[in-house]
């Protein structure tokens, strides 16, 4: 790398950040504290240059440096007040990342110089040991990229079909990719890891984090590393682990190329990050970068404790964004990954802390109105996880109207129907139709409901039908006893087993979830692994564990779930019905003997108030009529076939009359989960008024033949 000409000139305050251009790099921090700040640029061999930035502009300090080009190493130091007790903690022997770094090169070691104490007196005399040769360097990026025509697909949410997965754990032991790429950026956009996922029928992944992270000192120390990735130090920078390229900023153009050979082959990419935590944890964790910059500005802390942090996300900090430079940090950040490394789409882990004004929750809080003004990130994917652990954290269906939200009530209310718990139907009803008690309300459609049966966090779906306890041991922690979710169709039968009845029944039940994940209304969101029958062995909260209990382990694919998958996915792509733009009306349509939904009873008589609230009763029928689904692009009227469901959760099997004439004269079998493949073994068709034998904890799913 040339040396650079150790010139300081004033510089810009704006962008925040190290800005490349012909000839040399502009740097600007933001710190309202700092009372100087030391540009640190490295050499290869490690050998460090301190320069002072100097000009000071409103909050920011900024200087160019000539000379320095694409690759250099750098970092912070800021001097300031050390004063804990008031929320200060300038520290200029640590060595501080750029909150804006494009890359990052290295990892924070475990030593107890990237702490602002001694480990044995946390409460002694404040560390001062230089952290410079344990922390990563940020680096200087070349932003050019060669996106050859790149277009985003823009697919509306309605028709969309989330995946969600991990970089690592999707291709790590996947056999087809050279041993070089499993596990990174290039392994997911390999043709044969894009080819996957196109023939499932997905159009959307939904990465875990990939924002740059750390792994937490007590995980390493025993042996255990942050695999999920909820531990954000970077908000620009892809994680480095994950690049196949050995170049220090080689996760860049990697990333870039996964996500064109994604498009490609129509697919979008969603990024789950993690805006209201960092990994510098509570007041006892490492000082790398917010924290030594300006403590009071980045993160909330208590009022009347300073030297601690409000914590409404169970991680020791949350991060300050009712502060102007906080915003504007996500906000950066947040275009940034839109424009320059061209992502679709945001999940936002915790969204309620957004929400909180001087920790009280505000519905309408100003986070909301800077991405409602964005005219690039207004116009993207927004979905929220609606809860944190705060007070009233709980915000499902409080969130504005650009944003759809996982919807925990969706996971719950088909759990809890499909293991036989009593009073299931009324709750079953708006989840099966795209929750309109939670979204109607604020001008929100059918898809502001991501709906998912599980997800990275709790059980995988073949460890749901097999498992009554966490069996979380390989985390540390002992198994943890509580309420049998599963023991009422497992036999009492609990983890692997011989027992055909019990294989059978917890096969079926996996195809059950599917299906109603796959046909309801509303965005389903399918997590990665389940069509292939993924196992965690039990292990309900596999954060840690960046091993075979977590990696895909594609050599045991359960085939036929995988194509049974597969026939789902296709079925609702190809009938809009399953997809609906606008809420169900449940009246006739334009005066004509024919309705957009209709509830039934076994006996095929139309369900009445009293029927919802029966206790004991776990079956219904329930018709999608194919008509008045609004219009396309064009303006061409949108109809389609209308499709008959059976639903049984009873333990035995029940004989369902289909409904009178006047909602289809005959009906032909499409789905049956009670067969392995998915494929009704009935294929003749079925007049209105005729029984079928709908066996105990099946779903079938009829299409109106006549």
């Excluded at 969600?164 to 950026?185: A, I, M, N, Q, W």
């Excluded at 940034?336 to 809080?365: C, I, N, Q």
Aim: glycine share 10%.
């Amino acid at each position: 790398m040339p040396e650079p000409n150790l010139t300081v000139w004033p510089g810009r305050p704006y962008p925040l950040g190290a800005t490349l251009d012909a000839q040399g790099v502009n740097f600007a921090l933001f710190s309202e504290v700092g009372q100087a700040v030391e540009l640190c640029l490295f050499d290869e061999a490690g050998r460090e240059t301190r320069l002072e930035l100097p000009e000071k502009t409103g909050h920011v300090w900024h200087g160019y440096v000539p000379g320095v080009t694409a690759g250099q190493r750098y970092g912070y130091r800021v001097h300031g007040p050390w004063a804990p007790e008031r929320g200060l903690r300038c520290l200029p022997s640590k060595l501080l990342l750029d909150p804006y770094a494009r890359a990052l090169d290295g990892a924070v070691a475990r030593d107890e110089a990237v702490f602002s104490y001694h480990f044995d007196r946390p409460d002694g005399s404040v560390n001062e040991t230089d952290s410079a040769a344990h922390v990563p360097r940020s680096l200087v990026v070349d932003p050019s990229f060669d996106w050859a025509g790149d277009q985003p697909p823009r697919r509306p949410l309605h028709e969309t079909i989330i995946y969600e997965t991990h970089v690592k754990g999707f291709s790590v032991r996947r056999p087809e990719l050279p041993p070089d790429l499993r596990g990174t950026y290039a392994g997911l956009g390999h043709p044969a890891s894009v080819e996957y996922l196109r023939g499932l029928g997905v159009t959307a992944v939904e990465l875990l984090p990939v924002q740059q992270f750390i792994h937490d000192a007590q995980l390493l120390e025993r042996g255990l590393r942050n695999y999920w990735g909820y531990n954000t130090i970077g908000y620009f920078a892809p994680h480095n682990e994950y690049a196949a390229a050995r170049t220090p900023a080689g996760a860049v153009p990697e990333f870039k190329r996964m996500v064109a050979a994604f498009h490609a082959a129509g697919i979008e990419v969603i990024l789950d990050v993690v805006y209201n935590h960092t990994a510098e944890g509570n007041h006892l964790g490492p000082l790398l970068c917010f924290r030594g910059i300006d403590n009071g500005a980045y993160y909330r802390l208590e009022p009347d404790r300073r030297s601690h942090y409000a914590d409404y996300t169970g991680t020791g900090n949350t991060l300050n964004a009712g502060h102007s430079y906080v915003r504007q940090l996500i906000m950066d950040s947040l275009r940034y990954w839109v424009t320059e490394m061209h992502v679709d789409g945001f999940r936002f882990d915790l969204a309620a802390t957004f929400m909180r004004e001087e920790h009280a929750v505000e519905r309408m809080a100003a986070f909301f109105d800077l991405i409602q003004q964005d005219p690039v990130v207004s116009q993207v994917k927004l979905i929220a996880e609606p809860w944190d652990v705060g007070e009233d954290g709980y915000q499902a269906g409080n969130f504005p109207p650009l944003w759809s939200e996982w919807n925990g009530r969706y996971r719950d209310a088909v759990r809890d129907y499909w293991r036989g718990q009593p009073r299931t139907l009324g709750e079953m009803g708006y989840r099966l139709t795209g929750s309109s008690d939670l979204y109607e309300h604020s001008a929100r459609r059918p898809h502001a409901s991501i709906n998912f049966v599980t997800a990275h966090d709790g059980f995988t779906l073949a460890d749901l039908v097999s498992y009554d306890q966490k069996h979380n041991e390989a985390n540390g922690e002992g198994p943890i006893p509580g309420e049998s979710h599963n023991r009422s169709w497992n036999h009492g039968v609990e983890g692997p087993t011989d027992d055909p009845a019990v294989l059978a029944l917890r096969r079926r039940q996996q195809r059950n979830f599917l299906a109603t994940l796959v046909l309801s209304q509303g965005v389903p969101m399918l997590l990665g692994g389940d069509e292939l029958g993924r196992t965690q062995r039990g292990n309900n909260n596999a954060y840690c564990q960046d091993n075979e209990t977590s990696w895909y382990d594609w050599a045991a694919a359960d085939e036929q779930l995988l194509a049974f998958t597969r026939r789902l996915i296709a079925l609702r792509r190809a009938h809009p019905v399953f997809r609906r733009r606008r809420w169900f009306h449940g009246r006739r349509i334009h005066g004509h003997e024919v309705t957009d939904i209709g509830w039934f009873r076994p006996t095929g008589e139309p369900m009445d108030e009293s029927h919802w609230a029966e206790a004991s009763t776990h079956a219904l029928g329930l018709y999608l009529g194919g008509h008045d689904l609004g219009v396309d692009e064009q303006g061409t009227a949108i109809v389609d076939a209308s499709f008959y469901l059976l639903f049984n959760a009873n333990a035995e099997q029940l004989a369902f009359c289909l409904p009178a004439r006047r909602w289809g004269r005959s009906w032909e079998p499409v789905i049956d989960t009670t067969q392995e493949d998915g494929l009704p073994a009935h294929r003749g068709r079925l007049a209105a008024g005729s029984e079928v034998a709908c066996v105990g904890r099946s779903l079938m799913l009829l299409r109106r033949a006549g």
